[in-house]
Nanobody, 125 residues
Framework: QVQLVESGGGLVQAGGSLRLSCAAS????????MGWFRQAPGKERELVAA????????YYTDSVKGRFTISRDNAKNTVYLQMNSLKPEDTAVYYC??????????????????WGQGTQVTVSS
C-alpha cells in the first residue's frame, strides 16, 4: 500500500511562493509517475502538474505554466511542487498522487490511484 504525506501548505500573499513536499512510503515509489492535484471549494479536482518516474517528462495545466515547477528525488521517495507568483485563484487543497503508470497519459483520474490527505494553500490578495 502506497502512503503519501504532503507538507508545506499555508497562507501566503499574492505574488509569494510556497514549496510543497510529498513523502511516499509503502509500495515502491520508483517506477511511478507522480502528480499534484488541487481542489477548490465547489470545483472539481484538477491535475496541476505531473512528472514521469524518470523525471524527464513533465506536464502542467495551462494556468500554472511558468509559475509552478514539479520535481522529484527518487532516492528520498519525495516529490515537490515549487509554486511561485501565487495568485488568489491558486487557493485550494493540494493533493499528492501516485500513478499506476510510469508516465502521464492524459487520463488523470484513471491513472492516479494513490492519494495523500491534502494540504491547504491559501493565497490572499
Amino acid at each position: 500500500q502506497v502512503q503519501l504525506v504532503e507538507s508545506g501548505g499555508g497562507l501566503v500573499q499574492a505574488g509569494g511562493s510556497l514549496r510543497l513536499s510529498c513523502a511516499a512510503s509503502g509500495v515502491t515509489f520508483n517506477g511511478r509517475a507522480m502528480g499534484w492535484f488541487r481542489q477548490a471549494p465547489g470545483k472539481e479536482r484538477e491535475l496541476v502538474a505531473a512528472i514521469s518516474w524518470s523525471g524527464e517528462s513533465t506536464y502542467y495545466t495551462d494556468s500554472v505554466k511558468g509559475r509552478f515547477t514539479i520535481s522529484r528525488d527518487n532516492a528520498k521517495n519525495t516529490v515537490y511542487l515549487q509554486m511561485n507568483s501565487l495568485k488568489p485563484e491558486d487557493t485550494a487543497v493540494y493533493y499528492c498522487a501516485g500513478s499506476v503508470f510510469n508516465d502521464y497519459y492524459g487520463k488523470p483520474l484513471f491513472e492516479y490511484r494513490y492519494w495523500g490527505q491534502g494540504t491547504q494553500v491559501t493565497v490572499s490578495s
